[in-house]
């Protein structure tokens, strides 16, 4: 359908003249039907305010197929998804950047090329690892990327991502202050999606999202027990108790044991508790600490791509293998367990040299 066909088509539908259309434009109306009949095409400036009048984007106007761009533009990003899923993001930032060729103005190609970019020096075959100069230019790209779809996209899901790559790039690199300049313009917790539907819906929201709220806040009140722990407003002791409600939480929230990608908290809860007792001497609790942390270490590394979880209040949830490291959980823990001097009073346990015969087994290295 040509533009004039389009303008014709959108003017019928909203009861609007050539007169009318044409004093909203502040043109004649001979100008109007001469759009109409194909003889001539309206400026480039006057399509914002055409699609302003009926309510459409300017894609709409130009007669471009809204939905089959949006089919390829997914299709692009699931490709380099593939390869991002895989810790290449290298290759998925060359995918991404091909795409932006053909639809420069998607906002989601952007969003996307943005996180990849910004895990790019992430990836060991990317060599960006300590190339100062390099990284300052992915940074800047990173930046100019957010800082477009921030202030000119209306799609809040992708300016949330935006947000999100933009602030932790400037942590990343350092700068602390931009990062928190940028959470500071979000929402707070209280007006979140999934805040408002669970108040809106009550009893009747759905259980598929009470099931993912669950599952993200047994994540951030462990994360922020575990930060806690490290703060010098507590004594040894308190510390050790709110790195036993993180192993609490999970076991409460995951009672089917199927942490999965969450056994990250619990390895290093009962790492840091192990370490705790360790230097008090205390062989026994070190040793039970260690090998919960064996435990979690082992079904971090080997659980199953896309894993649904089993415990009631979190059923249905699935987690995405991580990204691979050069050093898997397992094969850090070893060399830890091998090197660390306050694990040499029970060194000679069998239960010591069994955890680390069983974490050398797993390991990558």
């Known amino acids: 359908m040509s533009i004039g066909t389009t303008i014709k088509k959108l003017r019928r539908e909203h009861d609007i003249t050539q007169e009318q259309l044409a004093e909203y434009l502040g043109i004649t ?56 899923y895989d810790g290449k993001f ?36 990317a060599n960006i690892i300590g190339k100062s ?44 202050d931009k990062a928190a300049e940028y959470a500071n313009m979000m929402s707070h917790m209280w007006v979140s999606r999934e805040e408002m539907l669970i108040d809106i819906f ?15 806040c047994a ?12 703060m010098n407003i507590y004594n040894a002791d308190d510390k050790n108790k709110l790195l036993h409600q993180i192993t609490d939480i999970a076991k409460i929230i995951y009672c089917d ?4 990608y969450y056994a990250h908290h619990l390895i290093s809860a009962y790492q840091t508790l192990a370490e705790n007792y360790a230097l008090v001497n205390d062989k026994e609790k070190t040793l039970l600490m260690l090998e919960q942390m064996c435990k979690a270490s082992i079904m971090y590394d080997t659980y199953a791509d896309n894993v649904v979880e089993t415990s009631p209040a979190v059923r249905g949830e699935y987690h ?43 390991s990558n290295i």
């Not at 039907?33 to 006057?46: F, G, M, N, R, Y």
């Not at 290298?90 to 190609?109: C, E, N, Q």
């Not at 477009?148 to 690199?173: H, M, P, V």
Request: net charge negative; glycine share 2%; hydrophobic share 40%.
């Open 219 to 230: 994540d951030r009140i462990m994360k922020c027990l575990d930060i806690l722990s490290t």
């Open 257 to 260: 044991g199927d942490y999965n």
């Open 320 to 362: 995405r293998r991580p990204v691979p490291w050069d050093e898997n959980s397992c094969a850090r823990l070893f060399k830890c367990l091998s090197d660390e001097k306050w694990y040499d009073f029970i060194r000679s346990e069998p239960q010591f040299t069994k955890m680390l015969d069983e974490l050398i087994k797993y």
């Open 29 to 84: 109306s001979r100008a109007v039907s001469q759009w109409e009949c194909d003889k001539t095409a309206p400026d480039i400036s006057l399509l914002p305010m055409l699609a302003n009048i009926f309510g459409v984007t300017t894609d709409v106007i130009l007669g471009v197929d809204i939905q089959k761009n949006e089919e390829k533009i997914a299709q692009i990003i699931e490709e380099a998804n593939v390869f991002s």
């Open 90 to 125: 290298a290759s998925a930032v060359k995918i991404l950047k091909d795409g932006i060729k053909h639809f420069p103005t998607s906002y989601r190609i952007m969003a996307e090329l943005a996180e990849a970019l910004s895990c790019v020096d992430l990836d060991s075959n």
């Open 202 to 216: 009550d009893n009747n929201v759905e259980s598929s999202l009470l099931r993912y709220y669950v599952s993200f």
């Open 133 to 176: 100069e390099d990284a300052v230019h992915i940074s800047n790209e990173v930046f100019s990327l957010c800082e477009k779809i921030i202030s000119e996209c209306t799609n809040n899901e992708i300016r949330g991502k935006a947000f999100q790559t933009i602030i932790y790039r400037y942590k990343n690199i350092g700068r602390i």
